[in-house]
């Protein structure tokens, strides 16, 4: 249910941008990592290899396992805030 949810806000942030908080990039990017000590670990693009006009970034800090998922529209160097949350728990894949 929840990842139904997220990928349905993922959507409408990418879909109506102006219903996303959105900042200049490099300025949440500074933000996340002062205020909450959260770096990018992954990023989400839609071909190798191929321009994007979007992708979506995550930003986690590993020991408060605190979270940040924002959609970077590369054109206009901004990143708008889709979720973040305070706990985070690692999928094992098998």
Same mark, same amino acid.
């Given at each position: 249910?929840? $990842?139904?949810?997220? %990928?349905?806000?993922?959507?409408?942030?990418?879909?109506?941008?102006?219903?996303?908080?959105?900042?200049?990039?490099?300025?949440?990017?500074?933000?996340?990592?002062?205020?909450?000590?959260?770096?990018?670990?992954?990023?989400?693009?839609?071909?190798? $290899? !191929?321009?994007?006009?979007?992708? %979506? !970034?995550?930003?986690? =800090?590993?020991?408060?396992?605190?979270?940040? %998922?924002? !959609?970077?529209?590369?054109?206009? =160097?901004?990143?708008?805030? !889709?979720? =973040?949350? =305070?706990?985070?728990?690692?999928?094992?894949?098998?």
């Amino acid at each position: 249910m929840i $990842n139904k949810f997220i %990928i349905a806000l993922v959507f409408v942030c990418f879909s109506f941008p102006a219903f996303a908080t959105c900042f200049e990039s490099s300025f949440l990017k500074q933000a996340l990592f002062k205020d909450l000590g959260e770096k990018s670990t992954w990023i989400g693009l839609a071909e190798e $290899n !191929v321009p994007s006009p979007q992708a %979506i !970034v995550l930003f986690e =800090n590993l020991k408060k396992k605190s979270w940040t %998922i924002v !959609v970077y529209h590369v054109e206009r =160097n901004s990143m708008c805030i !889709v979720a =973040n949350g =305070n706990y985070a728990h690692k999928l094992m894949v098998k």
